[in-house]
């Protein structure tokens, strides 16, 4: 072969892999035309392509949706960082000669970890990297599973207790439960609180489906106590204007509190997990030169923190599909 055929061949090859891994990615051949910019016959042609070259089936197909077989599954292992590392080539080389100046971050997260943990890390990163487009994405957390598994964001960044096995979590600072109370309660200003005393007073809670309620409950239940919840909120600043205003004590992640509030607080981290929250991706994926930069930000804003295991004594309680809004 000679050497125009054998660039030809690897050039072929490259788009044969990409066409493949956003169909994998995807589960659509015509979802992955639509990504790479080719039209649907072209992209199914690509595919057959390496399914003769690699003389095996890549994908079952199920209507019109596709799955990847054990063979392809292991090709897609393969072939997904060398097709991202060629296609972020000049960002990573860029990088590695110190010039992350341009660029597109995308970030899922949910309100609170909006709200409570990226203002600062976001503004410094804002300050050094000006000419990188940041993008937020204030969604849930199942949303943002979806987004990292569709390639829609870099990374997400959230509280999690349980991990699918495509995600990779890494967490970077802890936060501990804490009971809020109006000053002028009977608990205020006490040092401690058992589930007994907490137990007769009514509860100001976020929705039921949500994972602080059954985390409320499940532990209740465990130490054989029933318990009153008053009034249902949404989102934390609701819940702690709500507990001032005397409607109710609650159980919050401190990473809410900011010392402003006209509130008692009193630590319950004997009857209730620390909350870690930390960078969530999807596992295998290529890390741009600016998810890196960003990760770097986190890390030196949250030096000072120290990060302990989340306990996996609730169960599975809390996923970070619904714990980034509780």
């Not at 910019?37 to 089936?57: G, H, K, M, W, Y």
């Not at 109006?182 to 039921?208: F, K």
């Not at 009857?271 to 969530?280: A, L």
Request: net charge negative; aromatic share 8%.
């Amino acid at each position: 072969m000679g050497s125009a055929s054998q660039i030809h061949y690897k050039q072929n090859r490259l788009k044969q892999l990409r066409a493949f891994c956003h169909a994998a990615r995807t589960g659509s051949v015509s979802a992955a035309a639509e990504k790479i910019f080719l039209s649907q016959p072209t992209v199914s042609l690509q595919i057959q392509a390496l399914e003769r070259e690699f003389d095996t089936v890549l994908f079952e197909r199920r209507g019109p949706k596709i799955k990847l077989t054990p063979e392809g599954d292991l090709l897609f292992q393969m072939a997904e960082p060398l097709v991202e590392g060629m296609d972020k080539l000049h960002e990573t080389f860029a990088t590695q000669c110190g010039r992350v100046d341009h660029g597109v971050l995308n970030i899922a997260a949910g309100e609170s970890t909006i709200l409570y943990i990226l203002p600062d890390p976001v503004r410094v990163f804002v300050d050094q990297y000006p000419g990188i487009d940041l993008k937020m994405h204030n969604v849930t957390g199942r949303d943002g599973l979806a987004m990292l598994r569709a390639d829609e964001v870099d990374l997400a960044v959230g509280s999690m207790m349980e991990i699918p096995d495509d995600i990779t979590y890494r967490p970077f600072v802890t936060f501990s439960p804490t009971l809020i109370t109006p000053l002028d309660h009977p608990l205020a200003h006490q040092e401690s609180v058992t589930l007994e005393e907490i137990a007769p007073y009514g509860l100001i809670l976020p929705p039921r489906h949500l994972s602080t309620w059954r985390l409320v409950d499940l532990v209740f239940k465990q130490h054989n106590l029933g318990y009153r919840v008053t009034l249902e909120a949404g989102g934390w600043e609701v819940i702690k204007k709500y507990v001032e205003l005397g409607l109710g004590i609650s159980i919050v992640t401190d990473v809410c509190l900011t010392g402003e509030e006209k509130l008692s607080r009193i630590p319950l981290h004997q009857y209730f997990p620390k909350r870690s929250y930390g960078i969530v991706q999807r596992r295998g994926k290529f890390l741009s030169p600016q998810t890196k930069c960003f990760m770097r930000t986190l890390d030196r804003v949250f030096a000072d923190r120290i990060v302990e295991a989340t306990p996996q004594t609730v169960g599975d309680v809390a996923t970070w599909e619904d714990a980034c809004l509780g």
